[in-house]
């Protein structure tokens, strides 16, 4: 019997159950991103109790996309290498010396 790639799991998502399809190499993280999702998700709950399920998943959801994001922004490198690359030019201006090609 052939075990298939692909299987079918529930993840809870605050209140929510959703059912997913997923390769089966993928359960680890989709199940510790269940996790995240509902640790920030009871976190909001606790700190505004009137407020319902959609919301506290819409503030769980922003809340991890702005740390994606912050993670991002604090890991492009392209601006450090931009300046680096003009303080270079700088240096070899003055020098009077040719960039290398």
Known sequence: MEV????TIT????????SITIRRTDE??????ERLVNQRYNSYASQYPSLGNETYLCMAALSIA???KKNEFRNDTQ???DSMRR?????????GTEKAQ
């Open 4 to 7: 298939s790639e692909d299987f």
């Open 11 to 18: 993840l809870r998502l605050g209140q929510q159950p959703l």
């Open 28 to 33: 680890e993280a989709y199940r510790a991103a």
């Open 66 to 68: 702005l740390s994606l």
């Open 79 to 81: 601006p450090f290498v």
């Open 87 to 95: 303080m270079l030019e700088t240096v070899e201006e003055t020098l």
